[in-house]
């Protein structure tokens, strides 16, 4: 139950929505609270109004409260994520989320409260995302400080009654942080060497971009260990937090997000993560990190050296480079899913999605459950015609062509990509309905993610980065620890109409066969306990393009958590261990299922050059 913190000024009572006693039929959506400053209740609808969230607060104090609510019109031209507030079963006098602004704070007037128990309600009025951060009633006039900077935040802690410090999260052997196929791999392996492992993951489930809430599978090289803890059950959940929970010396702190690390010298001493629903923040120690979040979290936040964007093709000679550096990357993608009722199923009207998604009208690309994705979808009108401006391998519409932010900044700006990407789906799905009433009369959203599938973001510099040209040509590293496949799968937005669709895209399969990845790749070149699993490894873009396969990712993971018990073992840096104790690298790795590939010619025939640590 929310905490009521007495103040000089008046008196305060701070209830935030994570708090909440039932949540009814709204979502929490923590993804955003590094951007906007707090988790929040999503009325994830669907166009269909959801269940009512409700709560009760104790007052302390009777009076006279003016009660503000903070929230976000995320279509500012239409408000279509309108919902109320009740207090004592007193509806306030005005409709939230139709201020016309981004997230802040709207003044609801003053209520009167005796002392005791106060309910309080949310109720949805759209089903079209409305969003709620927190409710404030005070007995003075002052507005509440808005935004995420360390000021709110201590405004909140205060209010909610938490600690000024940090709780202690205990000591590890190693710490890793995100907890998708690539995190999971690690800690797995790394609890069945016996180290004591951390993962701390920011969202209620394991797995990324393969969890339940995004449905991906695995690709690249996979293997025994990321074959077991991606293997689903009935209802697509994966298998990794149950492999997890029966490691002893592993702990899994879902719901955590990383925002901040203390760094001694060259080394991290600890990693910052604050809880999604009690706003707690604890301090994580350990000798050992691994970063697999995709985002290189870790490595921002201790100031290592990273790389973003298109390498031109004069930096590392590379065929498939652009000539100039395009600070581009690859984008975000919401999935979704439609089905066939036996009965009438009616949608309303949304201009302000139909605004995002023009005359679009094909809901190919759908995902069909968890792990099989990239179905054949409804579609309507003109959207039967192949555009022959479009190349002729676009004309399948693929799960990943419903793309969006190329050239937003992934780190700020990720709240209104999954918000434009949530508007082109619900464009989309009404005018196949609008168009052909009679044949879609029956056709209904069964799912849409509110959760986007992650693109590209910041990558490692490592002691080596690894190239298009290494890859083509099978380079000879002497430190390969791992071996990957795939494709480069290149994503060229840039659509003449539809911007939340690719204009093309390059899938080349080279010569089909594995390639190495040296272990100079997984360790950052400017911290000595830091290494990286996944798509952020040292790669350029091109390389990136097929290294970050999630199964790819997991015989990173692998490599790096054999790493990590073997510089404990020898008290040593990754960069020493590469140079002195590789042959036992190799062999942990092979013990662990993982893939280690022995130095092979280049398909030219000549001989590469060896290359050392």
Same mark, same amino acid.
């Given at each position: 139950?929310?905490?009521?913190?007495?103040?000089?000024?008046?008196?305060?009572?701070?209830?935030?929505?994570?708090?909440?006693?039932?949540?009814?039929?709204?979502?929490?959506?923590?993804?955003?609270?590094?951007?906007?400053?707090?988790?929040? @209740?999503? #009325?994830?609808? %669907? !166009?269909?109004? *959801? +269940?009512?969230?409700?709560?009760?607060?104790?007052?302390?104090?009777?009076? =006279?409260?003016?009660?503000?609510?903070?929230?976000?019109?995320?279509?500012?031209?239409?408000?279509?994520?309108?919902?109320?507030?009740?207090?004592?079963?007193?509806?306030?006098?005005?409709?939230?989320?139709?201020?016309?602004?981004?997230?802040?704070?709207?003044?609801?007037?003053?209520?009167?409260?005796?002392?005791?128990?106060?309910?309080?309600?949310?109720?949805?009025?759209?089903?079209?995302?409305?969003?709620?951060?927190?409710?404030?009633?005070?007995?003075?006039?002052?507005?509440?400080?808005?935004?995420?900077?360390?000021?709110?935040?201590?405004?909140?802690?205060?209010?909610?009654?938490?600690?000024?410090?940090?709780?202690?999260?205990?000591?590890?052997?190693?710490?890793?942080?995100?907890?998708?196929?690539?995190?999971?791999?690690?800690? @797995?392996? #790394?609890?069945? %060497? !016996?180290?004591? *492992? +951390?993962?701390?993951?920011?969202?209620?489930?394991?797995?990324?971009?393969? =969890?339940?809430?995004?449905?991906?599978?695995?690709?690249?090289?996979?293997?025994?260990?990321?074959?077991?803890?991606?293997?689903?059950?009935?209802?697509?959940?994966?298998?990794?937090?149950?492999?997890?929970?029966?490691?002893?010396?592993?702990?899994?702190?879902?719901?955590?997000?990383?925002?901040?690390?203390?760094?001694?010298?060259?080394?991290?001493?600890?990693?910052?993560?604050?809880?999604?629903?009690?706003?707690?923040?604890?301090?994580?120690?350990?000798?050992?990190?691994?970063?697999?979040?995709?985002?290189?979290?870790?490595?921002?936040?201790?100031?290592?050296?990273?790389?973003?964007?298109?390498?031109?093709?004069?930096?590392?000679?590379?065929?498939?480079?652009?000539?100039?550096?395009?600070?581009?990357?690859?984008?975000?993608?919401?999935?979704?899913?439609?089905?066939?009722?036996?009965?009438?199923?009616?949608?309303?009207?949304?201009?302000?999605?139909?605004?995002?998604?023009?005359?679009?009208?094909?809901?190919?690309?759908?995902?069909?459950?968890?792990?099989?994705?990239?179905?054949?979808?409804?579609?309507?009108?003109?959207?039967?015609?192949?555009?022959?401006?479009?190349?002729?391998?676009?004309?399948?519409?693929?799960?990943?062509?419903?793309?969006?932010?190329?050239?937003?900044?992934?780190?700020?700006?990720?709240?209104?990509?999954?918000?434009?990407?949530?508007?082109?789906?619900?464009?989309?799905?009404?005018?196949?309905?609008?168009?052909?009433?009679?044949?879609?009369?029956?056709?209904?959203?069964?799912?849409?993610?509110?959760?986007?599938?992650?693109?590209?973001?910041?990558?490692?510099?490592?002691?080596?980065?690894?190239?298009?040209?290494?890859?083509?040509?099978?380079?000879?590293?002497?430190?390969?620890?791992?071996?990957?496949?795939?494709?480069?799968?290149?994503?060229?937005?840039?659509?003449?109409?539809?911007?939340?669709?690719?204009?093309?895209?390059?899938?080349?399969?080279?010569?089909?066969?594995?390639?190495?990845?040296?272990?100079?790749?997984?360790?950052?070149?400017?911290?000595?306990?830091?290494?990286?699993?996944?798509?952020?490894?040292?790669?350029?873009?091109?390389?990136?393009?097929?290294?970050?396969?999630?199964?790819?990712?997991?015989?990173?993971?692998?490599?790096?958590?054999?790493?990590?018990?073997?510089?404990?073992?020898?008290?040593?840096?990754?960069?020493?261990?590469?140079?002195?104790?590789?042959?036992?690298?190799?062999?942990?790795?092979?013990?662990?299922?993982?893939?280690?590939?022995?130095?092979?010619?280049?398909?030219?025939?000549?001989?590469?050059?060896?290359?050392?640590?």
């Amino acid at each position: 139950m929310p905490r009521i913190q007495p103040a000089a000024a008046g008196h305060h009572i701070l209830v935030e929505a994570e708090e909440f006693d039932d949540f009814g039929g709204w979502t929490l959506d923590s993804q955003f609270e590094t951007e906007m400053g707090s988790p929040y @209740l999503l #009325a994830h609808g %669907l !166009g269909v109004p *959801v +269940a009512d969230a409700t709560t009760t607060i104790d007052v302390e104090r009777a009076g =006279s409260y003016r009660v503000w609510v903070r929230s976000k019109d995320w279509v500012p031209t239409h408000h279509p994520g309108r919902f109320a507030v009740s207090v004592n079963g007193q509806r306030l006098p005005i409709e939230f989320g139709a201020g016309g602004g981004d997230w802040g704070w709207e003044d609801a007037g003053r209520i009167d409260l005796g002392v005791g128990r106060a309910g309080i309600t949310l109720t949805d009025l759209t089903g079209f995302d409305g969003r709620c951060d927190a409710i404030y009633l005070t007995t003075n006039d002052d507005e509440p400080p808005n935004g995420a900077d360390p000021d709110s935040r201590a405004w909140r802690r205060r209010l909610r009654g938490l600690p000024d410090h940090l709780v202690d999260g205990g000591s590890f052997d190693l710490v890793v942080t995100g907890g998708g196929v690539t995190g999971s791999a690690a800690a @797995l392996a #790394a609890g069945r %060497l !016996g180290l004591t *492992v +951390a993962l701390i993951h920011n969202r209620p489930v394991l797995g990324g971009n393969a =969890s339940t809430e995004i449905g991906l599978t695995p690709r690249g090289e996979t293997g025994p260990l990321i074959k077991a803890l991606s293997a689903r059950s009935e209802d697509g959940d994966l298998a990794a937090l149950d492999l997890l929970r029966a490691e002893p010396t592993v702990s899994v702190f879902l719901e955590h997000q990383v925002f901040d690390v203390l760094r001694v010298g060259d080394r991290i001493v600890s990693v910052d993560a604050r809880e999604a629903r009690s706003g707690r923040e604890s301090r994580f120690r350990a000798e050992m990190f691994i970063d697999c979040t995709g985002t290189a979290i870790l490595g921002l936040l201790a100031g290592a050296e990273t790389m973003f964007g298109y390498e031109n093709r004069a930096e590392y000679g590379e065929p498939l480079a652009p000539d100039e550096r395009v600070e581009s990357h690859h984008g975000n993608t919401l999935f979704f899913r439609t089905r066939e009722r036996d009965h009438l199923s009616e949608f309303p009207d949304v201009p302000w999605a139909v605004e995002v998604a023009h005359d679009y009208a094909n809901l190919g690309g759908q995902l069909e459950r968890p792990g099989v994705d990239n179905v054949a979808g409804p579609v309507a009108g003109p959207a039967r015609i192949p555009d022959p401006s479009v190349r002729r391998r676009m004309l399948q519409p693929l799960t990943h062509f419903w793309e969006y932010g190329h050239d937003l900044d992934p780190y700020t700006e990720a709240e209104h990509i999954r918000d434009h990407l949530l508007r082109a789906v619900y464009g989309t799905f009404s005018n196949v309905k609008t168009l052909e009433p009679e044949t879609h009369a029956n056709l209904a959203l069964d799912w849409v993610a509110f959760v986007p599938g992650q693109g590209e973001f910041r990558r490692y510099k490592g002691a080596y980065v690894l190239t298009e040209n290494d890859i083509r040509e099978h380079r000879r590293f002497d430190d390969t620890v791992v071996w990957n496949s795939g494709a480069f799968c290149l994503h060229h937005p840039g659509h003449e109409r539809y911007d939340f669709r690719l204009r093309d895209w390059t899938w080349d399969t080279r010569d089909g066969k594995p390639f190495a990845v040296p272990f100079r790749c997984l360790y950052s070149i400017d911290l000595d306990n830091l290494m990286m699993a996944g798509k952020h490894i040292s790669v350029t873009h091109i390389a990136g393009s097929v290294t970050k396969f999630m199964g790819n990712g997991g015989q990173h993971a692998i490599a790096t958590a054999a790493a990590a018990e073997l510089c404990r073992k020898y008290d040593v840096t990754p960069r020493e261990l590469c140079d002195n104790h590789l042959d036992e690298l190799r062999e942990t790795i092979e013990e662990l299922g993982g893939s280690v590939v022995s130095p092979v010619r280049s398909t030219t025939g000549r001989r590469r050059p060896s290359t050392r640590c």
